[in-house]
């Protein structure tokens, strides 16, 4: 398929891709990515002399948000730079911006050719092709009939090692502050056959671990391969471990404490291959604001959840996200939510202050809580957070472990690879590691990461440096 165009062969075209949010949103560039690459694009490395631009956009908080606008403005000057050339950026804006806010971006922005939402990527090529047609921008924000998942070529860019698979998107929770159900539309469900099927060619494309996404992905119910019925996330994880050879690691985002039943559970008793790291965002330890929230659990429900999975898989730990300041959090609050940390113990955390959302009943409520008060909060909470992520990494050292290696480190003669529990962990070893596990002794701890030896080799702590302290950018980019 190298003539979409008019019948014209496909000339090589550069395609630049950038990436804001959520995990889903790393996904989703990457089968953009795809579904572009028969039309002759090609990724390229930066904006500058690319022939097309897509900005993947987040919408959950303000920041992320603006962004955006940022970001448009930069390439306002790249674009007229290309056209001063004789050449023709089209500028895309996808994501959960796009979706919410279609009209406001071509608006503040009349220099961008494309806005899509999430749902509507598999049509890129006709945008792309109305786009060298019209005079205004192309605007695909409605939520369509068919799948987008039906729609997408069969030939995929491998994602290495690590890779992420969409299982479940969309929510029909509605917490009281979250723009995802209005920006990701309702609750669906792949099919088990097209999840087992994908997992297959993951695997066969080089993917040792592979990261089941979904808005709710505990809420997945996805039609059974044998069309009786529906799976439930559990049931699947099983499968993917039964039925897919050579798959050494599964883990699955960002799931709902109120979806988590007894097959998942028992997934984490049974599977091996499902990683003791589980992230499981509570939000807030007030029973109040929980409710105020609409999250439809309890601060105890939390913990009896907790101390469920705890029972079936005693190497779990656990990490969330908090939201400080929600509208009505008083001090009694947010100590509740102090209270809570301290009783689960997270290995890792990720904490917000409250932000309010256009069109979120949140947003709309009295009691909205100062700024001031939300930095002091945040503050204190995030130092509780990572006292206990020190003493998490802590407790790692010493320890015999399996590293899935990932790529190299900053270091000449050193590579970089995961943990069971997702920290970066870094040892001297030969880059022919990359892509495969291998057991390592840890010996120093990092706020971010590990230093460790490999096992079977025989070498020296001192060689191994359990003072390397690797640069804070570089965690970054490794959790990322
Ligand atoms: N589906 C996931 C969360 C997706 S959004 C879940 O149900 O937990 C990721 C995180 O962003 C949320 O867990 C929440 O902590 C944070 N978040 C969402 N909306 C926010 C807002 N309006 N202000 C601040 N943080 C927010
Ligand atoms: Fe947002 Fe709540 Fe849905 Fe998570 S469960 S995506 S926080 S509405
Ligand atoms: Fe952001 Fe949309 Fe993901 S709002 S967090 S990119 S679902």
């Not at 069309?227 to 039925?243: D, N, P």
């Not at 290696?405 to 590579?415: E, K, L, N």
């Amino acid at each position: 398929m190298t003539e979409p165009l008019g019948g014209a062969p496909a000339r090589m075209r550069r395609l630049f891709v950038r990436t804001w949010g959520c995990q889903m949103n790393v996904y989703d560039s990457a089968r953009m990515a795809d579904v572009l690459a028969p039309l002759g694009y090609a990724p390229a490395e930066t904006p500058e002399g690319a022939d097309m631009v897509i900005l993947n956009t987040c919408h959950i908080r303000e920041k992320a948000a603006e962004k955006v606008f940022s970001e448009l403005g930069r390439l306002r000057a790249l674009k007229e730079r290309r056209a001063a050339e004789g050449g023709r950026m089209v500028i895309a804006v996808a994501g959960c911006v796009a979706q919410a806010e279609g009209a406001e971006i071509v608006a503040r922005a009349p220099w961008v050719d494309i806005v899509l939402g999430p749902q509507t990527y598999h049509r890129l090529p006709e945008m792309v092709a109305r786009a060298a047609r019209a005079a205004g921008a192309v605007i695909e924000t409605e939520f369509p009939v068919e799948d987008k998942f039906d729609h997408l070529p069969e030939q995929a860019a491998p994602q290495g090692v690590t890779a992420f698979l969409t299982v479940q998107e969309g929510c029909d929770k509605f917490c009281s502050f979250c723009v995802v159900p209005y920006t990701r539309g309702a609750e669906f469900s792949r099919p088990a056959a097209a999840v087992i099927a994908e997992a297959r060619r993951l695997v066969a494309q080089g993917a040792r671990e592979i990261t089941l996404l979904g808005q709710n992905v505990n809420a997945y119910h996805g039609a059974a391969p044998d069309g009786a019925g529906e799976w439930r996330l559990g049931r699947l994880l099983r499968a993917l471990a039964e039925q897919v050879p050579g798959l050494a690691r599964l883990r699955y985002t960002t799931s709902h404490p109120r979806d988590v039943d007894e097959e998942l559970i028992a997934a984490h008793r049974d599977l091996p291959q499902l990683m003791p790291f589980l992230h499981l965002p509570v939000q807030s330890g007030s029973d109040r604001i929980l409710r105020a929230m609409n999250r439809g659990h309890t601060a105890a429900d939390y913990l009896r959840l907790v101390e469920r999975l705890r029972a079936a898989r005693p190497d779990l730990a656990l990490s969330s996200d908090f939201i400080v300041g929600h509208p009505g959090e008083g001090e009694a609050d947010f100590r509740a939510t102090l209270d809570l940390v301290r009783a689960v113990g997270f290995a890792q955390a990720f904490s917000f202050k409250y932000s309010p959302r256009p069109g979120t009943p949140a947003a709309a409520a009295p009691h909205q809580v100062p700024e001031p008060v939300k930095e002091a909060r945040l503050a204190e909470l995030q130092a509780l957070l990572r006292e206990q992520q020190a003493a998490f990494n802590r407790s790692r050292v010493g320890m015999g472990i399996e590293v899935l290696f990932t790529g190299p480190g900053r270091h000449p003669g050193q590579i970089v690879g995961r943990s069971p529990w997702l920290q970066p962990v870094h040892v001297r070893g030969p880059a022919s590691l990359i892509g495969r596990l291998a057991p390592v002794t840890v010996l120093a701890a990092h706020p971010n990461s590990l230093s460790a030896a490999l096992r079977d080799q025989h070498e020296t702590a001192a060689e191994a440096d359990p003072h390397h302290h690797p640069n804070p950018e570089e965690e970054e980019r490794i959790r990322a």
